[in-house]
């Protein structure tokens, strides 16, 4: 089970969505087997972190996040939107 809710908007495209309401432990660490590049929709003051480094605000700003690199996202104080660009796989 994820924790957020997913639809597919093009043959690589996703939208996603993480509630405000989930537990801080739903949102764990992990690694994608794909390239990919997120861009904010909605939301605030959610974080991105990827493994020994700082958190970064999820703002304006797509990020991208290469395949196998640790990271989570951490619960800001409304649900975020995200687009899901993955780059291959």
Known sequence: MFPFSETKVGSNKFIRKFSKDLFDDDLY???????RVISKVSGDNWYYQEDNKLPVLIALSPIFIKKNTWHRVIKGSSDLIIEVLKLNG
């Open 29 to 35: 660490w992990h690694k994608d087997k794909e390239d």
